[in-house]
């Protein structure tokens, strides 16, 4: 992303060892400077304040370790965020994901009133929530 060298990035993972080789990519591209990586549980933990949020194929895990996820998941201090589904398997099939994450999605924030857009890349349907 062409963002200003300004510009704060900070990653977390519940998973150790994923935060453990997501640190070591970011040194071997010499971001570990504007880059921070940590351990943090979306469900559990308190974020601070950013512009964007980016949860990448997240929601379909939280939803088998939380019933409020979609609550916890709005309360996330942000201006946006950036919520994203699989749409092909590992193999390469897409098993009809598309319509089945996008009618979850349509459900899981039927009562959201902001503004919501969609976008479709061949892997990943992305809604971006305004709040
Ligand atoms: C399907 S992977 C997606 C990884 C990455 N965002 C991507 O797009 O490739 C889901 C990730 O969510 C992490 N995860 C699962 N539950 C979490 C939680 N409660 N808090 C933070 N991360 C979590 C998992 O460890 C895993 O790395």
């Known amino acids: 992303m062409s963002l200003p ?16 080789f997501l640190m070591e990519v970011m040194s071997m591209l010499g971001l570990q400077n504007q880059v921070s990586v940590d351990t943090g549980d979306i469900l559990s933990d308190s974020f601070e304040y ?20 979609i609550e916890i ?8 965020l950036v919520i994203s589904y699989p749409i092909r398997s590992l193999s390469g099939k897409s098993r009809g994901m598309k ?6 999605f349509r459900r899981q924030f039927a009562e959201y009133k902001g ?16 709040k």
Not at 58 to 64: D, I, S
């Open 99 to 104: 319509d089945f994450y996008t009618r979850e």
């Open 5 to 20: 060298k300004t510009a704060k990035y900070q990653a977390y993972d519940i998973d150790v060892e994923e935060v453990g």
């Open 50 to 69: 950013a512009d964007v949020v980016f949860l990448f194929k997240l929601l379909p895990c939280l939803e088998h370790q939380a019933k409020n996820y």
């Open 115 to 130: 503004n919501i857009k969609q976008l479709l890349f061949p892997t990943e349907a992305v809604f971006i929530i305004e």
């Open 73 to 80: 998941v709005l309360k996330q201090m942000c201006k946006f």
